[in-house]
């Protein structure tokens, strides 16, 4: 259908088509006048994207782009919905009660119902590009509809606040159970370390003061063998003047010194006095008796060297049966250390585990006793002085809508049961009817009503009667 042929339909039956526009225009017009004002009131939001205090992070799912929109479902939810049912009294008021048991008969819970009926008059408008966002009520009444408003911020702020505590609650329950767990498990392996600690005899104090021990047994019994060494060099030649010991006796030295001494008087003598001098006598009778001593002393050194080398030999046999005890009790405790290290490691992972989970049980705690939502409400809501002309000449606009498009419905389906030819172009749709000419309605001189009709066709003259001359 071209552009001219609906003009040429809607001129046709034009006083249908404003019988109808003007009826439903006026009707919805009409029902809109008559009903009662309604008042809004406007509640302004900033919802807080910065970091929490208690975690560090930012606020889980504030700065993301689709955050806003989520937030305005949720103060549509029928969960802070039924706070402001709580929060207004609705719930308490007896003639709220006797209507909801008349409605629902009490087989849905009051706070749900009073919710569906408070969500018809909110209005949630997020500002692009901001975390601004608008809580509007409609209501009849001035008052209630700014209690109302103020009730939904109030609700939506708590709702956000419970939905942060809730799962830090449940999350602690969860943490303090498995606290619990962590901890027995802790005291079995400290147990269990405890008991092979004593059964071993295992401690830090008692390997030091073996491992020092063995130090001083292994020290010992290298001075024993270099005593061994020193007598072996002794015992070399013992009992000879050229032997070692005999040379480092002070006695055997003494002695020597004294026998010279008497030799050298005895040659002085000698060429003094004859064999049977009495002098004579004595100084051969004292050279023979300190030759004796020397000779005894030399012997005792000897043997004293001998009787110490034995000694020391010993004194090495006993220190090396030390050594070697002592040896393996300080490896059986390094041995039963490295086993209780595994003990030792078990309790620490434990010990680390215990801890995390009562860090975290701490942390949970606190996140689960706050008190203080990401939602700031910047301006609350006042009573309106003025009804909201907003709705009211919206629903003027769709009745005007709606009268236009059932108007241009009811033309176009009258049409299309009633068809009519109105100019050549309607005949053209139809195969095999030739066009022969056109007749205009005598008189008519309006150009309008010309170029409805013919549609910009050019008129041509009429075609002569037939049989004409």
């Known amino acids: 259908m071209t552009i001219w042929q609906f003009l040429r339909v809607m001129w046709a039956r034009r006083w249908m088509f404003l019988a109808l526009f003007l009826l439903v225009s006026a009707g919805g017009i009409g029902y809109v006048l008559s009903q009662p004002s309604l008042y809004e009131a406007e509640v302004s ?10 975690i560090g992070l930012m606020a889980p799912g504030l700065a993301q782009p689709a955050s806003m929109a989520t937030q305005a479902e949720l103060v549509h939810s029928d969960r802070v919905a039924s706070r402001v049912v709580k929060i207004l009294g609705v719930d308490r008021s007896e003639a709220a009660v006797q209507q909801w048991r008349q409605e629902t008969g009490a087989k849905i819970p009051i706070e749900r119902h009073y919710a569906e009926l408070m969500l018809m008059g909110l209005a949630v408008t997020p500002s692009r590009g901001t975390n601004f966002m608008t809580i509007g009520y409609t209501a009849q009444d001035p008052k209630f ?5 103020n009730a939904f911020a109030q609700a939506y702020m708590e709702v956000s606040v419970d939905m942060r505590v809730e799962p830090a609650r449940q999350y602690a329950t969860w943490f303090d159970q498995q606290s619990n767990t962590l901890r027995s498990d802790l005291e079995r392996a400290q147990s269990k370390l405890s008991k092979y600690q004593q059964d071993k005899g295992i401690t830090d104090e008692r390997l030091e003061q073996e491992t020092s021990r063995l130090n001083i047994y292994t ?13 072996t060099s002794l015992s070399i030649g013992s009992g000879t003047e050229t032997s070692v010991d005999v040379q480092n006796s002070a006695a055997v030295q003494g002695l020597r010194v004294q026998l010279t001494t008497l030799q050298t008087r005895m040659s002085e003598i000698s060429s003094v006095v004859g064999a049977n001098h009495p002098q004579r006598i004595a100084l051969e009778a004292q050279i023979s008796e300190t030759r004796q001593q020397l000779a005894n002393e030399m012997r005792r050194v000897s043997g004293g060297t001998a009787q110490a080398g034995k000694t020391t030999e010993r004194k090495i046999a006993e220190l090396e049966t030390l050594v070697e005890q002592q040896k393996a009790r300080v490896l059986s405790l390094r041995s039963a250390r490295d086993d209780m290290q595994v003990l030792l490691r078990d309790v620490e992972s434990a010990q680390r585990a215990y801890d995390s989970a009562r860090q975290r049980l701490s942390q949970l705690n606190l996140e689960s006793q706050t008190n203080q939502a990401n939602v700031r409400v910047m301006s609350p809501a006042i009573e309106p002085q003025q009804p909201s002309r907003s709705k009211m000449l919206k629903h003027i606009v769709v009745s005007i809508g709606a009268g236009l498009l059932l108007g241009l419905a009811a033309v176009f389906a009258l049409e299309f049961l009633d068809r009519r030819v109105r100019s050549p172009e309607d005949l053209l749709a139809v195969e095999g009817v030739p066009v022969l000419g056109v007749l205009l309605p005598p008189g008519s001189k309006s150009p309008v009503f010309r170029r409805l009709a013919l549609g910009g066709v050019p008129v041509r003259p009429a075609l002569p009667p037939v049989g004409a001359q």
């Open 45 to 54: 939001v900033l919802i807080d994207v910065k970091s929490d205090p208690l």
């Open 145 to 149: 509809a700014a209690a109302a408003a």
């Open 219 to 231: 020290s010992q019994l290298v001075a024993a063998q270099a005593e061994k060494a020193a007598a």
